[in-house]
Nanobody, 124 residues
Framework: QVQLVESGGGQVQAGGSLSLSCAGS????????MAWFRRVPGKELEFVAA????????VYADSVKGRFTISRDNVKNTVYLQMNSLKPEDTAVYSC?????????????????WGQGTQVTVSS
């Protein structure tokens, strides 16, 4: 069993930055890939970014490429999402997820454990 808790959400103006954190506990944190997804009410869950067990092989959605950076610290059992140049369309609830395996993936079906999410609101 893995427990994931996100933090760092909030409200920011367009062009600003936010940094999200996801603290993991339970199964050995370095055993699995991690990802961030986001959800807007009425829309499907959207992949944002993922990395493998070591933090390598990052994968990004085209909509965030060049603006967002995923990283992890396996000593602190934490994965991060640095979000720069934020746009109103980035407004969503952001959730972290732990994969069944060690690699990164953009498919939500590869992820077995999910956090509750943290709200990010970007105003124009």
């Amino acid at each position: 069993q893995v427990q994931l808790v996100e933090s760092g959400g909030g409200q920011v103006q367009a062009g600003g930055s936010l940094s999200l954190s996801c603290a993991g506990s339970g199964r050995t944190f370095s055993s699995y890939g991690m990802a961030w997804f986001r959800r807007v009410p009425g829309k499907e869950l959207e992949f944002v970014a993922a990395c493998d067990w070591s933090g390598a092989m990052p994968v990004y959605a085209d909509s965030v490429k060049g603006r967002f950076t995923i990283s992890r610290d396996n000593v602190k059992n934490t994965v991060y999402l640095q979000m720069n140049s934020l746009k109103p369309e980035d407004t969503a609830v952001y959730s972290c997820a732990a994969a069944r395996g060690r690699l990164s993936s953009s498919s939500l079906y590869e992820y077995a454990y999910w956090g509750q999410g943290t709200q990010v609101t970007v105003s124009s």
